[in-house]
């Protein structure tokens, strides 16, 4: 038996200054996932603010509005694309009659139908877990009898102190576990140390996983939809020149990325923070690539690995018929890669790409060390790549590769 879909109302808020198309652009995204989630938007509404309404966050009269437009189409839910206050969910819901939820209520759910692993699940529980805890008041407000003094607390209160302690305690006992998988992962990057890493970064949905696919003949899921993959999937490549190297693929990035959902993917994002080269790909058949690549852009600045040095891959190439349109982005971006990692239309020039750059900002190296001098042996390494280590002659040889700024071709101190 087909479960029926859930029917939305989408909901965006104009705020002076702000372009109307990003507002629309906002919105056909919150639609994209809603439909990830299962359900089906009907009718969009969009108020004009010069900031949001504390208490309903669009204004006593667009509630009206959006409750008479509820009632009208029978819908389920209403899904604000801005995150909600607990006030304002419980305030909405009262007037409108139906379901309410946020822009980060509608990703959890998403993560949670998408999370495969046990990381993965951890993960999304404990950002749901933050996400419900500050939600939590006036839950219980009907059962409250609190009127001051000893033996006077009411159930409501006393339930509403017991979630909070649940839910802590929860949390607590999901930081251990993922604390516990953090470790068996950084055990096996220590075991990676010595690869050139790449990961493979971008907005959701413009074909990461695809590439991955191409380049490595893996097997990770693809779909087109938002978030199609939550869990780091790491493949290795060989180059034109026999190096091998590393290629990993992460969470897609998104406007609004709520940030608790950062807070828990820390482990997660840790595999693009060890990384040595960026792919960043855009969906170029996007009518709005410029915005999703800035805001690749951002979300790298927020996490702080702005600094990592990036080759910029436009994507799905094939789905461009306009010519003109390509060859002027082309000059726009001299430096970059255009592909399709589906039809696998020039995927010949990544792999050459990442040689060049190895070669460029890598350069290689033998060293010989004495066995008594296992301390000095020790510091070097941790300042290189090792690629080969050998003992003849009495001494332990070293191969290596260095990053050309910081050449450890000098005498080790």
Known sequence: MQTSVETAILVGVHRRGIPFWEV???????????????????????QDRPSPHPGTFIGRGKVEELSRMAGGRGVDLVVFDDDLTPAQLRNLEARIGCKVIDRSGL???????????????????????????????????????????????????????????????RIAQLRKELARIERARATRRRRRRDLFKIAIIGYT?????????SLTRADVFVENRLFATLDPTVRSILLPDGKKVLLIDTVGFIRKLPVGLLASFRS?????????????????????????????????????????????????????DDSVLLEGIRRQYPEAVFISALRRIRLWEIPERIARFVDRRWVRGARAFRPDEADKLRRFEKGVRVIGRSFRDGMIHVDYLAPAENDQLEETR
């Open 24 to 46: 629309n652009d906002n919105l056909d995204e919150l639609e994209q996932l809603l439909d990830t989630a299962g359900g089906r938007a009907v009718e969009r509404v969009v």
């Open 107 to 169: 990703i959890l759910d998403i993560f949670a139908r998408r999370a495969r692993t046990q990381e993965a699940r951890i993960q999304v529980e404990m950002a749901q877990l933050l996400y419900l805890l500050p939600r939590l008041t006036g839950r219980w407000q009907h059962l409250s009898r609190q009127v001051g003094g000893i033996g006077t607390r009411g159930p409501g209160e006393t339930q509403l102190e017991v979630d909070r302690q649940v839910i802590n305690r």
């Open 205 to 213: 949905n413009a074909g990461k996983s695809t590439l991955l696919n």
């Open 268 to 320: 997660t994002l840790e595999e693009s923070r060890q990384a040595d080269l960026f792919l960043n790909i855009v969906d170029l058949a996007h009518p709005h690539w410029e915005g999703q690549l800035a805001r690749t852009e951002e979300v790298l600045g927020e996490l702080e690995l702005d600094h990592t040095p990036q080759v910029l891959i436009f994507n799905k190439v094939d789905l461009i």
